[in-house]
């Protein structure tokens, strides 16, 4: 494919990087190529501005400088069109932001050489229903949530696949993730790490107050119904910890595997399993 226009979306507060934007602009317009930024990025350049939302309708290439929360952030703008992200990380910790600054160029020759490296990510399609109203829908990268806000209280969470009981969760919460969202919070609580090429669902309690109640992992081709029964305190759904909304006692979050994946152009410098080694440290004494 062929790039006409790029994109350049970046993480807030970074005025470290300004001469990394300045940098990526003049390297990109020498090479003939339209540019928009979002504000971010402009704060540090004179270039065509605009919304993430206009950018990520209206390019071939989005360059996203941060960190999965930024990635995170543009590919919910992505909505449903598949326009191919790269990820150039500026912190530590980041398993889809692949790029490290010194490959920045290294990299974009390649994809300006035809030789673009892109990965389809699941996604999942999550909607929160009230009786027979739909009171919310997302798209999730990482993950979707039910937890209570409430500190160190459980929430009893009855979970179904497929119209079945499964079982009922006495926990603090429960994540459904995707294979990309077993290195996040997943993780955390204790779930697998996936390949993200796999598609599949992680389902991970967390702090269950029953010890058999372990992480499962499902065919992608699942439909997980879930409802927060009882407890103490406020239920949330939190989905790619960014967006969702509170939800009542008997409210059914329907969760499905999302016919829109998202495409992450991998680093062609490392692959999935060398970003595990460096980023969790495995092998290290």
């Given at each position: 494919m062929k790039l006409h226009s790029v994109g350049i979306c970046m993480k807030p507060g970074q005025p470290q990087a300004g001469g990394l934007v300045r940098g990526l602009e003049k390297w990109l317009e020498e090479r003939g190529l339209r540019l928009l930024l979002d504000e971010d990025a402009a704060e540090h350049t004179g270039g065509e501005v605009a919304s993430r939302d206009e950018i990520v309708a209206g390019v071939d290439l989005v360059v996203v400088l941060g960190g999965d929360g930024t990635l995170l952030s543009v590919a919910r703008r992505a909505g449903?069109?598949?326009?191919?992200?790269?990820?150039?990380?500026?912190?530590?910790?980041?398993?889809?932001?692949?790029?490290?600054?010194?490959?920045?160029?290294?990299?974009?020759?390649?994809?300006?050489?035809?030789?673009?490296?892109?990965?389809?990510?699941?996604?999942?399609?999550?909607?929160?229903?009230?009786?027979?109203?739909?009171?919310?829908?997302?798209?999730?990268?990482?993950?979707?949530?039910?937890?209570?806000?409430?500190?160190?209280?459980m929430v009893e969470i009855s979970t179904q696949v497929d119209g079945d009981e499964m079982t009922t969760y006495h926990a603090d919460g429960l994540i459904v993730s995707t294979p990309t969202g077993s290195t996040a919070y997943?993780?955390?609580?204790?779930?697998?790490?996936?390949?993200?090429?796999?598609?599949?669902?992680?389902?991970?309690?967390?702090?269950?107050?029953?010890?058999?109640?372990?992480?499962?992992?499902?065919?992608?081709e699942s439909r997980i119904d879930v409802r927060a029964q009882a407890g103490g305190g406020d239920v949330h759904l939190t989905v790619d910890g960014q967006t969702g909304g509170p939800l009542d006692y008997g409210d059914r979050v329907e969760i499905v595997r999302s016919e829109h994946p998202v495409h992450l152009v991998v680093s062609p410098f490392r692959n999935h399993f060398a970003i595990l080694r460096e980023k969790l440290r495995w092998g290290a004494r």
């Open positions: 449903e069109r598949p326009v191919p992200i790269l990820g150039v990380n500026l912190g530590t910790l980041g398993f889809m932001a692949e790029i490290a600054q010194d490959e920045m160029y290294a990299a974009l020759e390649r994809v300006l050489g035809g030789e673009m490296q892109i990965e389809s990510r699941m996604r999942l399609a999550v909607r929160a229903v009230r009786g027979d109203e739909v009171i919310g829908s997302w798209l999730a990268l990482n993950d979707a949530v039910i937890a209570n806000a409430a500190s160190a209280r997943s993780l955390s609580a204790g779930g697998p790490i996936l390949d993200p090429r796999l598609e599949a669902f992680v389902l991970t309690p967390i702090s269950p107050h029953t010890l058999t109640q372990r992480p499962v992992v499902l065919p992608a």
